[in-house]
Every structure is written in structure tokens, then in C-alpha cells.
């Protein structure tokens, strides 16, 4: 199975972000992070608002995804959520702005979303930079 | 034809405005057509993977879920009515009232009570003017919705279906959805579908021989598998309606717009014939007019001789 590959599929509601060959994927499901390699049982788990990384044999292409989830079945992997954003597509100060904005937010649901959104998307940046260099 | 030559110009020169207008209004109709029906393309693979997954679940796990189950007699029905923002599109605003009249009325005589959800300022517009009260109206983005827009409305129809009967806020037992669907350039349907409760999954095809659904595993489980993903469903399923009423707008008014520049172009060409015979008239008149003095002072030379 050494050569054997994930089908990757990073899918927004309005577009496909992502699609091509894989040999890993990392996501955070509501239960913790999982790793997928090829040969990996049929799963169906839900994402929460966290970074997605995807291992290909030219790098690693860091998303972030809003809540979703996660199907994997004959080596075939969707990444399905309502909003997905590339590391390259997302920007950096905006999201530090977002993140003050959702601190200063009263405590609550709202606020720990936001503030998981902003973070996820500041760790995307921040990963796809390390892995660049 | 008391009308003057300058008159008929005149009105000549305004229908060939009007042409200009309606012909470029056409022209960026048909253009954001190939727009509108790639954004559909875009959003399918969001829908069918999803179908494929709450099949999946479905077909894996009986578990009842109230997005699901049917309340056992129904009383109040919501309808959401998807219109344009814009006129100019023809029939296409009224042919979707005209079905959600329709649907209403069904829904009447099974003895519920209807409540109206709009989207686009043409429902609103005419609920309003007839004084009839709309549970909520959402404008602004009839020719490109955005996801957004969708889940926002498909949170609010959500929370009304799962609203417990005599508690804070609307609640309903059924969600009815009135959109037209594209079927080609040509053609658009007014089309009422029930979204809520859910029925049997669309597209559910029965696996092709030899080969098995996979056993899934869910996590954490499949009833909080399906709890995430029903929601998410119903949402895309309102943005497949918003993105098909949003072609079939845009095809509906290339066509109205077409036929709008077809008939100004048949009113010029009447108005010029009218005019040139004015024109001609008045040559005539002049010319008889300068023959009639010619005459009269030849026969006054002729006379003094």
C-alpha cells in the first residue's frame, strides 16, 4: 500500500477550494484531531471551526474550514463546509482585527466561536508559512 | 395625422433610446446567465457530496431525527416564495406568486394555516400592497445569492420547524419552498417543492451491483453525525432553489428584454414610415404650393399682355 494514495476533495458550499492527490490528511474533528492515511476505514465525523492539512507529494496545502465535516471512504477523502479558506486566500491582519473584535465580544457561544474562527485561521497562516520555509 | 414631421422625430428618437436601453439590458442578462449557471455548477459538488453522506447515514442508522419525522397532524404550513428583486423580467415574478397562491390554497383547503417567508422585493412588494402579513422577508440578492444569504434563511425556517407548538416565536409543521426551476434558456417552471419535513433523500441510487456502500464508522456518532449534517442539507437544498430562481431570473428578463428591443424596433420602423410620409406630404403641398404660383403668374403676365 506504499504507493497508494488519498483523493482529496475541499469542497466550499459555492465552489471546490481543493481537489488532487494526497498522501495525508489532518483535520479536527468535534472529538479531536485525525490523521488519514490511504486504507483508512470508512468515516463520516464532523469538523469543528480548525485548520485542515493536507499532505501532498509537492507540499502541504493548509485550509481552514467553518464547522463541516469529514467523509472518507475507498481512499476517497471529502472535506465538505460552508466556508473554506486557503492559507493563501486568508488575510493575516484581518483576522488578527477579527480576533480583538471577538475578545472584546461578551462571553457567550457567539464570542468562542469567533474567536476559534479568527485563531484558526492566524494558526492556517502561520502553518503554510512554516512550511514554506 | 395632425402630427408634425418634428413630432414623429421626436418620438422616433426616444423609442431608439428605449431600444438602447432594453437591448443592453439584454446583453448583461445574458452575460451574468452563463455567470448565474456557473455558480449552480460550482455549488453541485457541495450538494452531492452531501446527499451522498446523509444517505449514508440514513441508509447505516435508523435514527429518528426531527428534521425527519412527520408531526402528526399538521396545522401550519410555511411557505417561502422565492422572487426577483428586480421587474423587467416578464411573467417571472408573477408566475411564482400565481404558484404559491396556488400551493396556499391547496394547503387551505387541507384545513392549515399558510405563513409566508419571501425572498425578493417583487413578493414583498406584492404581499404588502395587498395588505397581507409575511412572517419574514429577506432582499438584496436575487440575481447572486450568496451561501450565506441560504443559511440564514434556512436557520430561521429551521427554528420555526423545531419551535415547540404554543412556545416563544413562530412554529409551523411543514416548510414549503416556491421557486422556478431552469430547465433551459426557454424554459423556466414555477416549481413548489416540501422541504421540511425531509423526505426519502434525494438521488439516493441503489449501489450498482458488486459494489458495496461503505461501512461507515460515525463520529462521535451517527445521531450527532446526522444532527450536523441535516441542517447543513436543508441549507444547500435552499441555496440550489435561490441559485436555480437566480438563472431563471436572468433568463426571464434576456427574454423580456429581447422581445422588449424586437418591439421597438417594429414601433420605429412604423413611426419612421409615418413620418416619411408626412415628409412627402409636405413636399407635395410645397411643390403644389409653387406650381399653383407659377400658374397664377403666368396667367397674370399672360393677362397684362
Known amino acids: ?133 | 395625422m395632425a402630427v408634425s414631421l418634428r413630432e414623429y422625430r421626436a418620438r422616433i428618437k426616444s423609442t431608439e433610446s428605449m431600444k438602447k436601453i432594453t437591448r443592453a439590458m439584454e446583453l448583461i442578462a445574458a452575460s451574468r446567465i452563463i455567470k448565474a449557471q456557473q455558480r449552480a455548477q460550482a455549488a453541485a459538488p457541495y450538494a452531492r457530496e452531501l446527499t451522498r453522506a446523509v444517505s449514508a447515514v440514513a441508509t447505516f442508522s435508523n435514527v429518528d431525527h426531527p428534521l425527519t419525522t412527520e408531526p402528526e397532524n399538521p396545522r401550519r404550513a410555511a411557505i417561502l416564495v422565492v422572487t426577483s428583486d428586480r421587474g423587467l423580467a416578464g411573467a417571472y415574478s408573477s408566475s411564482v406568486l400565481k404558484e404559491s397562491e396556488r400551493l396556499a390554497e391547496k394547503l387551505r383547503d387541507e384545513g392549515k394555516q399558510v405563513l409566508t417567508y419571501i425572498a425578493g422585493r417583487k413578493g414583498e412588494a406584492y404581499f404588502r400592497f395587498r395588505n397581507r402579513p409575511v412572517v419574514q422577508a429577506w432582499t438584496g440578492f436575487s440575481d447572486q445569492p450568496s451561501y450565506d444569504v441560504a443559511a440564514e434563511i434556512g436557520e430561521t425556517l429551521i427554528a420555526a420547524f423545531l419551535a415547540e407548538e404554543g412556545g416563544e416565536g413562530v412554529d409551523v409543521d411543514e416548510v414549503h419552498v416556491v421557486y422556478t426551476r431552469f430547465v433551459s434558456m426557454l424554459t423556466q417552471e414555477p416549481t413548489a417543492v416540501r422541504l421540511l419535513p425531509l423526505e426519502v433523500v434525494e438521488g439516493t441510487e441503489p449501489p450498482a451491483e458488486g459494489e458495496l456502500l461503505p461501512l461507515y464508522e460515525f463520529e462521535p456518532s451517527a445521531e450527532a453525525v446526522l444532527d450536523g449534517l441535516l441542517p447543513q442539507y436543508v441549507q444547500s437544498r435552499i441555496f440550489f432553489c435561490l441559485l436555480q430562481a437566480a438563472a431563471s431570473e436572468l433568463a426571464a428578463r434576456q427574454k423580456a428584454m429581447k422581445s422588449a428591443t424586437d418591439n421597438a424596433d417594429e414601433l420605429i420602423k412604423k413611426y419612421r414610415r409615418i413620418a416619411n410620409q408626412a415628409r412627402q406630404a409636405g413636399i407635395t403641398q410645397e411643390i403644389s404650393e409653387i406650381v399653383g404660383g407659377v400658374n397664377a403668374l403666368a396667367d397674370a403676365t399672360a393677362a397684362s399682355d
Not at chain 1, 92 to 100: I, P, Q
Request: charged share 25%; glycine share 6%; net charge negative.
Open chain 1, 1 to 133: 500500500m506504499s504507493d497508494a494514495v488519498l483523493e482529496i476533495a475541499l469542497v466550499a458550499a459555492d465552489r471546490i477550494v481543493w481537489s488532487g492527490q494526497a498522501t495525508m490528511v489532518i483535520a479536527r474533528t468535534v472529538e479531536g484531531d485525525v490523521g488519514v492515511l490511504p486504507g483508512h476505514a470508512p468515516l463520516l465525523s464532523l469538523l469543528t471551526d480548525a485548520v485542515v492539512e493536507i499532505n501532498t507529494a509537492e507540499g502541504v496545502v493548509v485550509a481552514t474550514v467553518d464547522g463541516g465535516f469529514l467523509s472518507v471512504a475507498q481512499d476517497r477523502v471529502s472535506i465538505l463546509s460552508e466556508r473554506v479558506l486557503l492559507a493563501e486566500e486568508i488575510a493575516l491582519d484581518e483576522s488578527e482585527t477579527a480576533l480583538a473584535e471577538a475578545e472584546a465580544l461578551p462571553a457567550g457561544d457567539e464570542r468562542e466561536q469567533r474567536i476559534r474562527q479568527a485563531e484558526a485561521r492566524i494558526r492556517a497562516v502561520e502553518k503554510a508559512r512554516a512550511a514554506t520555509r
